[in-house]
């Protein structure tokens, strides 16, 4: 890719080649972001490279839901104010993004990582479906052990609800139907979004006012 370039510094070429691996970057990008870097000053390319140390060593994934985190619970798991009995479950941390920013949504999520997509080569057991049925399994576990207690039925209001807010393509329904039947005997109520987003359409690029509707409109999940 960069063969053909004749860089007058041995760290220029190897900065060049680390930026150009970034998706969508290509050479002359990478390039004019490298020499853009090498023009600031030396604070704010050591603040850059911190920052992207970090993200590499300090950022967690929430053991709850797998959300990004800071610390082991992300923060919207570790909100009381929010419905931990209704379960978003969406592709990728930038579907909670986009979902986030509608204001519409006070439920939880459990991000999947991932669709199942054959030609890809990814499977069921390449996302975090058995880490969702684990999930449930101890809620209901949760909910027995507060059936013996004073009180244990305010502890326990109303059922659990697993919204499948995954893309109307066919990699997405494909996988929605494996979470149905993974889930359909947990006795939990299984809902999708209303079909305001058109067959095909990732969550990511749906407008706040669309994605919102689809949430609050949501309907029974029908294999």
Known sequence: MYSNEKYPSQILREAVEAIGSLPGVGARSALR?????????????????????????????CRNCQMIA??????????????ARTICVVESVRDVMSI????????VYHVLG???????????SDIK??????????????????EDLP????LNPGGI?????????VEGETTSLYIYRQIEHKGVKVST??????????????DSLTLGRSLLARQPFRP
């Open 114 to 124: 991932g669709i199942i997509s054959p030609i890809d080569g990814v499977g069921p």
């Open 33 to 61: 972001l490298a020499l853009h870097l090498l023009g600031q000053p030396a604070e704010n390319v050591h603040h850059f490279t911190a920052a992207v140390n970090r993200l590499a060593d300090e950022v967690h994934y």
């Open 70 to 83: 800071d610390a082991d619970i992300c923060s919207i798991c570790a909100d009381r104010t929010r419905d």
């Open 129 to 146: 479906v058995r880490e969702l049925v684990e999930r449930i399994d101890r809620m209901h576990a949760e909910d027995a052990a507060t």
């Open 100 to 107: 986030e920013a509608t204001g519409q949504y006070r439920g």
């Open 161 to 169: 609800e697993i919204i499948l807010a995954l893309s109307g393509d």
């Open 151 to 154: 009180g244990g039925s305010d």
């Open 193 to 206: 979004l209303a079909r305001g987003l058109g067959f095909g359409d990732d969550l990511e690029y749906a």
